[in-house]
């Protein structure tokens, strides 16, 4: 695939930018069309994550994509294609609120904002004890965190 349209998460997932599913290869946008046909337009994500393992398909929304450097999830809706079963998860009260760090591995360098993005992202990375596997920190620490090194 070409460079910048997605993020591999080791052997377990994919994630793209919703706007991207055109660029990526036939089996994938097959993937999402299956999806489509459980859920309904999966356009109205801002990310889709393919589970490579799994056969799940997620949809994930999250506030104000092009405005935040990083974003916060509001709902994410998790497709199993095995069992054509839907689960909605609903990121808006405090104690299920959740982070999607370093948006630019989600972004392609064409779009707006890329540059000042991947910058940004790099100041995160270079926080040693910011620690961005997996999930990433709880949202709390992660502001506490970059206070202490006057980002944002």
Not at 102 to 126: C, I, N, T, W
Request: hydrophobic share 40%; proline share 5%.
């Amino acid at each position: 695939m070409p460079h910048g349209l997605d993020w591999m998460d080791g052997e377990h997932s994919l994630t793209i930018h919703a706007s991207l599913l055109d660029w990526m290869p036939a089996v994938l946008r097959v993937y999402a069309g299956c999806a489509s046909r459980l859920f309904g337009d999966v356009s109205i994500a801002d990310l889709l994550k393919f589970h490579i393992q799994s056969g799940k398909f997620t949809l994930l929304m999250v506030d104000d994509l092009f405005g935040n450097p990083v974003l916060e999830l509001k709902c994410r809706v998790k497709i199993k294609l095995r069992s054509q079963d839907i689960d909605i998860f609903e990121h808006t009260e405090e104690q299920f609120r959740s982070l999607v760090y370093l948006k630019s591995r989600f972004m392609h360098p064409d779009m707006e904002g890329y540059a000042k993005q991947v910058e940004f992202d790099e100041k995160l990375r270079s926080i040693p004890e910011l620690d961005l596997s997996g999930y990433g920190p709880p949202p709390d620490l992660f502001k506490q965190t970059i206070a202490r090194y006057g980002i944002l």
